[in-house]
């Protein structure tokens, strides 16, 4: 039975709760909301958005029921599969606390959104579902909370020793110096850290107060992570809080997704002028210039060199990293479909954009998540 005191408490915050409610965007909405959900038993509300991943989905949440820290609750939301993970989700309703949603098709930020609103806790922790967690992971952003409270945060990713050479491949090219700056391994930043939907983490009343994710097809967890910075909450890189990512199995769907990121970012562009880094131009160069070279090469056998001084390069540090050759050897394809496929991605929304004026949904419904 709660005391008195907590009864009294508990009313009074109501009433400032409701005070403030005039203005939900006010810094008083937000303070009184973050003590309301101080009342919530709920700690964290794991948010996972499924289309056709019933493995991954049982993966995922076989890495939950190991977690050290058990104060969460699991939002599974399928997102007009054909293939649904309800079957594997009943088998773990003994182990975890597991809400689960079923909808028709709508992308996944629309899904995540659709599965914050069913949530409790008061901090939404948002993962693919093609993510393993490590046993610490959410001792991990405990720590980091106790330590130096955020509003919003993310964490890197990893390749586990269960994903074949391609997926490990594909890892290296998306996290390595040599492709991306580094930007998504979770080390030093050439930009500002921006936490992704793989794995993300935000207080329940900011998430509330921004209206969740938008209704971008592309680039939507990058766009809600720009909306956090502009909002001037709080947001940091928890590198402990790390996650054991699969991406894509193969690199042909691995084109499409950079493809899509490369769109996504011009899109971003028109939205926020001042979002577009140089980071965010070297893959355009990269594809560029590797055109150049080619059309040198019939005149300049040499002209093609740096290319080739490039994927060794590629192939020695990746080598290295994952003690492998084999793995090595396929981080040239990825890397060169990561920076390619997103350079491409980004030429063709700059003119279809930028140039002919066309709107982002008319240009792009072909590459639309269904």
Known sequence: MKSPFFVNSFISL?????????NQYSFYWIYAKSLFYKFIDMRYSVIIPVYNRPDEVDELLQSLTVQCFKDFEVVIVEDGSSIPCKEVADRYTDRLDIKYFSKPNSGPGQTRNYGAERSEGEYLIILDSDVILPEGYFDAVEKELTTSPADAFGGPD?????????QKAINYSMTSFFTTGGIRGGKKKMDKFYPRSFNMGVRRAVYEALGGFSKMRFGEDIDFSIRIFKG??????????????????DLKKFFKQVHNSGIARINLYKKYPDSLKLVHLLPAAFTLGVALLLLGTPFCLFSFMPVILYALLVCIDSTIQNKSLSIGVYSIAAAFIQLIGYGTGFWRAWWQRCVRGKDEFEAFQKNFYK
């Open 14 to 22: 109501v009433f400032f709760t409701l005070l403030c409610a005039s």
């Open 232 to 249: 001037g909450y709080i947001c940091r890189l928890f590198p402990d809080a790390w996650v054991y990512h699969k991406r894509r199995t």
């Open 158 to 166: 990893r390749a586990h020793d269960s994903f074949t050479d391609i």
